[in-house]
C-alpha cells in the first residue's frame, strides 16, 4: 500500500471561509478520496494559521483576544469543511502546543545542524501585513502591496534573527531542474526558476516587538526574546502535524496542494528550510489557480463577495463542489458565475446523471422488478465504460481534476445515447428478453462505474446512487477493481429519490 500524505495550505484565521479556501479544499478533497479509492494509505491534513500580525490586527479590532478569535474563526472555518464534506484525517491549529513545541524543535534543528544558517541582522523594509512578508519594490504600486491594494504597507526598522536562504539557491535550482513533478503546473514551475536566477535574498525569521507566535528559541546577542516569524511558524505545519503521537502522517509529504500566489514560500523558503534542517523535501508542490467572482478575487466593493453558504445552499455542497471542479480549471485561474452554475446543474446533473438514474432504475423495476439481470453480450457501453475508467485514471493521475470529470461525464453522455439507440421499452413490448437483460446489465453497471469515478466530486450524491444500484458499503471504500469490472448483476435496485431535482422555475 503507498503512502499519500497530502496537505493543504493552512488557513489565516481572521475572517469567514471564502470561495477561494472553498476551492482549494474540495479539490485537495477530491484528489485524497481518489488515492483511497485506489487503494493508497492516505492522510490528509488540513488546518489554521493563527499566529501573526493580521490576526492580532484583527483582534484588536473585534476587541477580542487573539485565541479567542482564533478559536471562533476555526470553528466557522471547520462547520464549512464539514458541510463540504472535506474527509481531512487531522486538523491541524499553529496555537496548538504540539504545533509550537514542534516549531521549536524544528528551528533548533537547524541550529544543530547548520548553526551558521541563523544570523542576526539589522533590517528595514516594506511590511505588508495582508501577505505577513516584507515587500520587495518590484511588488509594490502606488505605495501599496500589489496582492493588497486596499492595505497599508507597514514601515518597519529591527534587529531580527535571520535565515541564510541565499546559501541553498543552488540546491533548490538544482532540485527542481532534476525534479519536474516537484513545482506544478508547468507555468509555476517556470515563474520559480525565473525567480531563483535573480538570486535569492536572506529572510527574516523573528520579528521584534510583537508576541502573538511561538517565541523563538534563543535570544538575541543584547538578550532579546523575539517571535518567531509567522512563515517559519506557519510553513512547518506539514512536518509538525507528524510529530503528533498516534496520527498517520508520516514524513515527507507526497503533495502540497496550496495557491499560487505563495508558490515561493512553498518552492524555494520551505525546501530550503528543510534542507537546512536536514528533513527530505515534499515530492511534490500543486499550485492551484484563483477563482474569480464578478472579476474579482476578493470582495473590493459592496456585492462582489459570493456569499459562500448561500452558494453552497443554493443546490447543495455536492453540486457545488462538482461545479467548481468541472468548471473551472485546477491548474490556472477561472470564474464563478450563478448563470454557469445553473445551466451546469441542469444540463449534468438534473437532466445528465439524474435523469439517466432515474430512467436506468425505473425500468429495472418495471421490467425485471428491481433486479439487475445478468451480463449478456459485450456491448458498445461496456466498452464506453472501461475507456472512461481509463481516461479518468490518466487525468486523476496527473491531478488534472477537469479532465476526470470531463471522462465520467463522458460515460454520462454515452450511456444517455445506449439508451436512446437500444430503445428498452421496444425490447419489452416485442419480448426480446435476453436482449433487454444484455442492455439492462450493461445501464446499471455503467451507473456503478459512474458512482464510484464520480464519488471523489460528489461523495453524497455518489453514496445515494450507489444504495439505489443496491451495492453495499460505501463507495468511498470500494476495491478499484469495481471500476474497471463492476459487478451488479443480481443486485436489488431501487429508483433514487431526488437525486438531482430540477431546479424549480423562479
Ligand atoms: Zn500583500
Same mark, same amino acid.
Given at each position: 500500500?503507498?503512502?499519500?500524505?497530502?496537505?493543504?495550505?493552512?488557513?489565516?484565521?481572521?475572517?469567514?471561509?471564502?470561495?477561494?479556501?472553498?476551492?482549494?479544499?474540495?479539490?485537495?478533497?477530491?484528489?485524497?478520496?481518489?488515492?483511497?479509492?485506489?487503494?493508497?494509505?492516505?492522510?490528509?491534513?488540513?488546518?489554521?494559521?493563527?499566529?501573526?500580525?493580521?490576526?492580532?490586527?484583527?483582534?484588536?479590532?473585534?476587541?477580542?483576544?487573539?485565541?479567542?478569535?482564533?478559536?471562533?474563526?476555526?470553528?466557522?472555518?471547520?462547520?464549512?469543511?464539514?458541510?463540504?464534506?472535506?474527509?481531512?484525517?487531522?486538523?491541524?491549529?499553529?496555537?496548538?502546543? $504540539? *504545533?509550537?513545541? &514542534?516549531?521549536? !524543535? @524544528?528551528?533548533?534543528?537547524?541550529?544543530? %545542524? #547548520?548553526?551558521?544558517?541563523?544570523?542576526? /541582522?539589522?533590517?528595514?523594509?516594506?511590511?505588508?501585513?495582508?501577505?505577513?512578508?516584507?515587500?520587495?519594490?518590484?511588488?509594490?504600486?502606488?505605495?501599496?502591496?500589489?496582492?493588497?491594494?486596499?492595505?497599508?504597507?507597514?514601515?518597519?526598522?529591527?534587529?531580527?534573527?535571520?535565515?541564510?536562504?541565499?546559501?541553498?539557491?543552488?540546491?533548490?535550482? $538544482? *532540485?527542481?531542474? &532534476?525534479?519536474? !513533478? @516537484?513545482?506544478?503546473?508547468?507555468?509555476? %514551475? #517556470?515563474?520559480?526558476?525565473?525567480?531563483? /536566477?535573480?538570486?535569492?535574498?536572506?529572510?527574516?525569521?523573528?520579528?521584534?516587538?510583537?508576541?502573538?507566535?511561538?517565541?523563538?528559541?534563543?535570544?538575541?546577542?543584547?538578550?532579546?526574546?523575539?517571535?518567531?516569524?509567522?512563515?517559519?511558524?506557519?510553513?512547518?505545519?506539514?512536518?509538525?502535524?507528524?510529530?503528533?503521537?498516534?496520527?498517520?502522517?508520516?514524513?515527507?509529504?507526497?503533495?502540497?496542494?496550496?495557491?499560487?500566489?505563495?508558490?515561493?514560500?512553498?518552492?524555494?523558503?520551505?525546501?530550503?528550510?528543510?534542507?537546512?534542517?536536514?528533513?527530505?523535501?515534499?515530492?511534490?508542490?500543486?499550485?492551484?489557480?484563483?477563482?474569480?467572482?464578478?472579476?474579482?478575487?476578493?470582495?473590493?466593493?459592496?456585492?462582489?463577495?459570493?456569499?459562500?453558504?448561500?452558494?453552497?445552499?443554493?443546490?447543495?455542497?455536492?453540486?457545488?463542489?462538482?461545479?467548481?471542479?468541472?468548471?473551472?480549471?485546477?491548474?490556472?485561474?477561472?470564474?464563478?458565475?450563478?448563470?454557469?452554475?445553473?445551466?451546469?446543474?441542469?444540463?449534468?446533473?438534473?437532466?445528465?446523471?439524474?435523469?439517466?438514474?432515474?430512467?436506468?432504475?425505473?425500468?429495472?423495476?418495471?421490467?425485471?422488478?428491481?433486479?439487475?439481470?445478468?451480463?449478456?453480450?459485450?456491448?458498445?457501453?461496456?466498452?464506453?465504460?472501461?475507456?472512461?475508467?481509463?481516461?479518468?485514471?490518466?487525468?486523476?493521475?496527473?491531478?488534472?481534476?477537469?479532465?476526470?470529470?470531463?471522462?465520467?461525464?463522458?460515460?454520462?453522455?454515452?450511456?444517455?445515447?445506449?439508451?436512446?439507440?437500444?430503445?428498452?421499452?421496444?425490447?419489452?413490448?416485442?419480448?426480446?428478453?435476453?436482449?433487454?437483460?444484455?442492455?439492462?446489465?450493461?445501464?446499471?453497471?455503467?451507473?456503478?462505474?459512474?458512482?464510484?469515478?464520480?464519488?471523489?466530486?460528489?461523495?453524497?450524491?455518489?453514496?445515494?446512487?450507489?444504495?439505489?444500484?443496491?451495492?453495499?458499503?460505501?463507495?468511498?471504500?470500494?476495491?478499484?477493481?469495481?471500476?474497471?469490472?463492476?459487478?451488479?448483476?443480481?443486485?436489488?435496485?431501487?429508483?433514487?429519490?431526488?437525486?438531482?431535482?430540477?431546479?424549480?422555475?423562479?
Amino acid at each position: 500500500m503507498a503512502r499519500f500524505y497530502l496537505t493543504t495550505a493552512i488557513d489565516y484565521a481572521n475572517g469567514d471561509p471564502h470561495l477561494g479556501h472553498a476551492f482549494e479544499k474540495i479539490g485537495a478533497d477530491a484528489i485524497a478520496r481518489y488515492r483511497r479509492l485506489r487503494g493508497d494509505d492516505v492522510w490528509f491534513l488540513i488546518g489554521m494559521d493563527e499566529h501573526g500580525q493580521k490576526v492580532a490586527q484583527t483582534a484588536a479590532e473585534k476587541g477580542v483576544a487573539p485565541r479567542d478569535l482564533a478559536d471562533r474563526v476555526s470553528e466557522t472555518f471547520l462547520a464549512m469543511w464539514d458541510r463540504l464534506g472535506i474527509s481531512r484525517d487531522q486538523f491541524i491549529r499553529t496555537t496548538s502546543d $504540539a *504545533h509550537r513545541a &514542534a516549531v521549536t !524543535e @524544528f528551528i533548533e534543528r537547524i541550529f544543530s %545542524r #547548520n548553526p551558521e544558517d541563523f544570523y542576526e /541582522r539589522a533590517y528595514e523594509g516594506h511590511y505588508c501585513v495582508g501577505c505577513e512578508s516584507f515587500k520587495q519594490d518590484s511588488e509594490i504600486v502606488d505605495g501599496k502591496c500589489v496582492l493588497h491594494p486596499t492595505r497599508t504597507l507597514e514601515w518597519v526598522e529591527e534587529r531580527n534573527w535571520f535565515f541564510r536562504l541565499s546559501r541553498y539557491q543552488d540546491a533548490i535550482t $538544482a *532540485h527542481i531542474e &532534476a525534479n519536474p !513533478e @516537484f513545482v506544478q503546473p508547468e507555468s509555476r %514551475r #517556470n515563474e520559480i526558476l525565473a525567480f531563483l /536566477r535573480q538570486g535569492l535574498e536572506d529572510i527574516s525569521a523573528s520579528r521584534a516587538r510583537f508576541t502573538w507566535g511561538v517565541p523563538f528559541p534563543r535570544p538575541t546577542s543584547d538578550g532579546e526574546q523575539q517571535t518567531t516569524y509567522v512563515w517559519f511558524d506557519a510553513l512547518p505545519n506539514y512536518w509538525t502535524a507528524t510529530r503528533v503521537p498516534h496520527t498517520g502522517a508520516e514524513w515527507p509529504a507526497q503533495l502540497h496542494v496550496i495557491g499560487k500566489d505563495i508558490t515561493r514560500f512553498h518552492t524555494v523558503i520551505w525546501p530550503a528550510m528543510l534542507m537546512a534542517a536536514g528533513l527530505p523535501l515534499p515530492e511534490r508542490v500543486w499550485a492551484h489557480g484563483f477563482v474569480y467572482f464578478k472579476g474579482e478575487r476578493f470582495s473590493k466593493s459592496a456585492g462582489t463577495q459570493l456569499d459562500l453558504p448561500a452558494a453552497v445552499d443554493h443546490f447543495g455542497a455536492d453540486a457545488f463542489r462538482y461545479f467548481l471542479l468541472r468548471e473551472i480549471p485546477w491548474d490556472a485561474d477561472g470564474n464563478f458565475s450563478w448563470e454557469r452554475f445553473e445551466e451546469r446543474y441542469t444540463a449534468d446533473l438534473a437532466d445528465g446523471l439524474g435523469n439517466l438514474a432515474s430512467r436506468v432504475l425505473a425500468m429495472i423495476g418495471k421490467y425485471r422488478n428491481g433486479v439487475v439481470p445478468a451480463a449478456g453480450a459485450e456491448s458498445a457501453l461496456d466498452q464506453a465504460g472501461r475507456d472512461a475508467v481509463a481516461a479518468y485514471v490518466e487525468a486523476m493521475d496527473r491531478l488534472d481534476l477537469r479532465a476526470g470529470a470531463d471522462a465520467a461525464w463522458d460515460l454520462v453522455s454515452a450511456a444517455n445515447l445506449f439508451v436512446q439507440q437500444q430503445a428498452p421499452w421496444a425490447l419489452a413490448k416485442a419480448g426480446k428478453e435476453a436482449e433487454l437483460d444484455a442492455v439492462l446489465e450493461a445501464l446499471a453497471a455503467a451507473l456503478a462505474r459512474l458512482a464510484i469515478l464520480a464519488s471523489p466530486f460528489m461523495p453524497s450524491k455518489a453514496q445515494d446512487l450507489w444504495a439505489a444500484l443496491g451495492q453495499a458499503g460505501e463507495v468511498s471504500g470500494v476495491r478499484w477493481g469495481l471500476a474497471e469490472a463492476p459487478q451488479v448483476a443480481g443486485a436489488a435496485s431501487r429508483k433514487p429519490e431526488g437525486l438531482f431535482p430540477k431546479p424549480v422555475a423562479q
